[in-house]
């Protein structure tokens, strides 16, 4: 209750007419980063880091965070437009929207993406509201068995068998695990599989890989057939966009499935993007009706995209409250925290009410402004589709390796882009998931440093990783999703079985 | 035709502007880019940041500074990058005193003398902290906590073989303990690990673990320093920096471990040009807002740039090289 | 069977190339792993340890990938990509190659006006007029975008010095 009538304070001081403008000027500069791959929300708040500093830390905030709402947004458009994610979370998103706009379902898939986004975003921020103090705490109980736990969590539940050879799927991400260790390993202080390369000592970029597997390998996949954006050209209408507003209900348990995950995700640093593939392969395990996905199938957009901003929104909470950034945007964030001279931590919620309860509601009100933009911005994106191919086809390429580039600054990652278009484009044709190697890049580095972290902790005895009840749940629901699909073979195989004996009898 | 023309005079003009820039003091020509070997957020981000916000807030170059993240392979990437800059004076690399003891650890393709020093602008202090809820009151009863119990008492820092997991290999050293060193991958994470009790002590700097002290997640017990820290503003319960005792005096006979904020120009570069970021320093140590940023990350405000700063990267790297060769790390 | 004739790769031939490509780089991994201790220590695993499995399952699951390929060959007949599907791909790639190419050595902004501009003119049968000004627009655009807006500073080349504009 005190949380409610701080929150009802913090609304007074983030509702002036300056702070929502201020909120819609972040939130449409988020969107062009968010918008172009290599570029995101870091990049922005660089850019206005320095402007900020003449502002009262309020205001500054407020139009940082609504940067970072903007970005959140503009990356899930070009995944379903273009198949290439603007921001390294809407990757998931590509999988099912880009499917749903080639068949013409661009409006669909891009208002489906953003209201489940703003309802994954406002579950996030309600969590803050109402559980802060409990979450940092809770947070606090995560060490390195814990963190490893929730990492085997994610990928256990993206996981399964898939459609094609499964030595396919197995190769794919032990290349997306390969890829991950090049460079500095935390551990042991060494440099690892750069084989004397002064290029490879920063390791492998995942959004490199990224934009080259999804971006450039589609476009040479559109190439070859030969097609050039079709069905995407159609129209959007507002009438079209609340259409689908009304079917959304429909979708509920995938909604707050997807939100829990998310806020989960969110509040364990397992990071937003890691969230958006785990509750893809959840929605994906638990529907009804299994077929379709990866074709254009409506949760596997609400989905992804709910959990990637109800991770975004609440893994706001761990920087505010604990001084660990979940992402590079927060990081920077609180940067310039430190650089107003508030200093992230438990003490920042007794110290600073204002500043942090005006920050919680600026959070609903830029989400709520966010929601609105993004749709308002649908029909500009729309007319970029209308451009003739031999101009916007180049121009995405453009921005796919100028972003490649932005990523590091390094010319060498011109090559690996290129490179990644092509093993994208050849595993696309042959039946190699990909998505599987991404996920292995993005949970990889991490899952091995919580490992051999753990195993110094406890003298190398595996036993840690059930030593609480904490890390023991986790696991068992790990394990659990891990083994899920082999039990519903199991399962599927003895009851046709029977059926069979049944009627041969 | 014409357009042949207007290019020969405007090298010409090019080549007159570059020679009357020579003759007099050097210059920047072009934007600056300030190479930060770490990633966005980290201690050496945060230095680069402040001195670009103070450059930029008080007009003290005529070119726009741009800030760019290098931190890759524990900011390897940005030293092999200033050493491919070479000749180039408007590449400016800021580090700490990984510039010299990275490249004892890890096979690289990189050499301290291959960057040209600037100068040191502060000097980050490092601390040994306790959990708030620690049976353990002062470094003493620590040490001895540790000696009972040799290999069992668990250390945090941020990465491998860098200045934290060195400090603690002296500390085993002086203290004649044996701890388990846990290598997280910042400072940050090792100060919520500390706070959350996983690990029994870490040897963060002190802006790593302001926000804990303050909520009474950790304690400090002692600062590896010759003397106490600058006296400025209670922290908690009366309590500030100047009232934590150095470990000298709790018994930990260790008093130069200081990592020192350091700036660097790729190889190559006039001497103009070095004098020239010198005085810039000199410049934007003077303002107000770096007082500001030194307060508030307690570090200590020195200044090393010159023969000075020739020498104390020597003792520094003897130091580092003592320790690194006595653990079986050196790479060469 | 008219795909047949058209075909230029098999589908076989892709799948083996590619299965022998990441039972290559399994190898590579394997070897790279070897640099370090590979084995447990009382700290866990060792730096090795992980790559060095990593690598062992790339090797034998393209071994698997190959032994499918072989099993499947004389049911299928399937062609990876067509003559006119290979044309297509080449038309989009080898500009984008060259663009690479360009952009390494003459810094992103020539080599994104000069393949705009390039494509616009040769593949889209623009008039060079037109398609000048577009390539001019759009890298002008990314130049106050990249330099001056966001202070990422892109690839430069020995134009921009030649000029002084950076």
Known sequence: MENIASLMHGFGVALTMHHVLLMMLGVLL????????????????????????????????????????????????????????????????????????????????????????????????????????????????????????????????????????????????????????????????????????????????????????????????????????????????????????????????????????????????????????????????????????????????????????????????????????????????????????????????????????????????????????????????????????AIIGPVILVICVSGAYTVAGASFDLWLVLIFGVVGYVFKKLDYPIAPMVLAMVLGDKAEDAFRQSAIMSGGDLSIFWSNGLVATIMALGVLLLVWPLLSLIVQRLRPSRDVGATTA | ??????????????????????????????????????????????????????????????????????????????????????????????????????????????????LTPVAAMAVDEFLLWVPGDSPHQDAKSFIEAAKAAPGKMKIGGSQSKDTDHILVKQIEKAAGIKVTYVPFKSGGEAATQLAGGHVDANTNNPAENLGQWKAGGVRPLCVFAPDRMAKGEPVVDGKGWADIPTCKEAGVPLEHYQMPRTVFLPGDVPQEAVAFYVDLLKQVREKPEWQEYITRTSQSNRFFAGEDFQTFIRNNEDEGRAVIAAEGWLVN | MSTNERSLVSRFAMEVATGCATLAAGVVVVLGALEYEIGWDEGGPQPGYFPFYVGLIIIAASLGVLGQAFLNHRRSREAFITREGFARVMAFFLPLAAFTVGSYVLGLYVGTFVYLAGVMIFQGGYRWPFALAVAGGITGFFFVLFERWFQVPLLKGPLETLFGIY
């Open chain 1, 30 to 389: 988020g969107i062009l980063v968010g918008v172009l791959p290599g570029l995101g929300a870091p990049n922005g708040v660089t850019l206005l880091m320095p402007l900020t500093f003449s502002m009262d830390p309020i205001s500054a905030i407020i139009l940082l965070t609504s940067m970072y709402w903007g970005a959140l947004f503009g990356g899930s458009t070009t995944s379903i437009l273009f198949n290439i994610p603007g921001e390294p979370s809407s990757v998931a998103t590509t999988f099912d929207g880009h499917p749903m706009a080639k068949q013409g379902r661009a409006t669909e898939a891009l208002t489906y993406a953003f209201l489940s986004a703003g309802f994954g975003a406002l579950v996030g921020v309600v969590l803050i509201t109402v559980l802060s103090s409990w979450v940092a705490k809770f947070a606090l109980r995560f060490s390195s068995p814990e963190f490893f736990a929730v990492y085997f969590l994610a990928f256990a539940s993206f996981i399964g068998l898939g459609g094609s050879s499964p030595f396919k799927t197995v190769i794919s991400i032990m290349l997306g695990f390969a890829f991950t260790a090049v460079g500095m390993d935390t551990v042991s202080g060494s440099l690892r599989l750069t084989y004397g390369i002064d290029e490879l000592i920063r390791g492998i970029s995942f959004l490199v890989a990224v934009i080259g597997l999804f971006g450039i390998g589609e476009l040479l996949l559109t190439m070859e057939e030969g097609l050039r954006f079709d069905g995407v050209k159609a129209r959007v209408s507002p009438r079209k966009v609340f259409a689908t507003l009304l079917t959304l209900p429909r979708y509920w348990l995938t909604l707050l499935r997807s939100a829990a995950i998310g806020c989960w995700m969110g509040i364990t640093p397992g990071g937003p993007t890691a969230a958006s593939f785990m509750s893809y392969g959840l929605a994906k395990r638990f529907a009804r009706r299994r077929d379709g996905f990866g074709k254009g199938r409506e949760e596997g957009v609400i989905a992804p995209e709910t959990a990637d901003h109800a991770a975004g929104s609440s893994a706001i909470l761990p920087m505010l409250a604990l001084g660990i950034p979940g992402s590079a945007t927060a990081a920077v964030m609180m940067g310039g925290l430190m650089i107003w001279g508030l200093t992230p931590g438990p003490m920042l919620f007794i110290e600073q009410k204002d500043f942090v309860w005006g920050l919680i509601a600026s959070m609903y009100l830029g989400n709520v402004v966010a929601v609105v933009l993004v749709l308002a911005t649908v029909p500009l994106f729309a007319a970029i589709l209308r451009v003739p191919f």
């Open chain 2, 1 to 114: 035709m014409m357009m042949k023309k207007a290019l020969m005079a405007a090298t010409a003009l090019v080549a007159a502007l570059g020679i009357s820039a020579a003759e007099a003091a050097w210059k920047p020509s072009k934007p600056v880019e300030f190479v930060v070997t770490s990633g966005p957020g980290g201690g050496t981000d945060q230095f680069a940041r402040t001195v670009q916000a103070i450059i930029t807030k008080h007009n003290l170059l005529d070119q726009p500074v741009v800030v760019v993240n290098k931190g890759g392979g524990s900011g390897a990437e940005g030293f092999v990058y200033g050493k491919t800059a070479a000749g180039e004076p408007h590449k400016v690399i800021f580090a700490t005193n990984n510039e010299w003891l990275l490249p004892l650890v890890a096979k690289l393709a990189f050499k301290p003398d291959d």
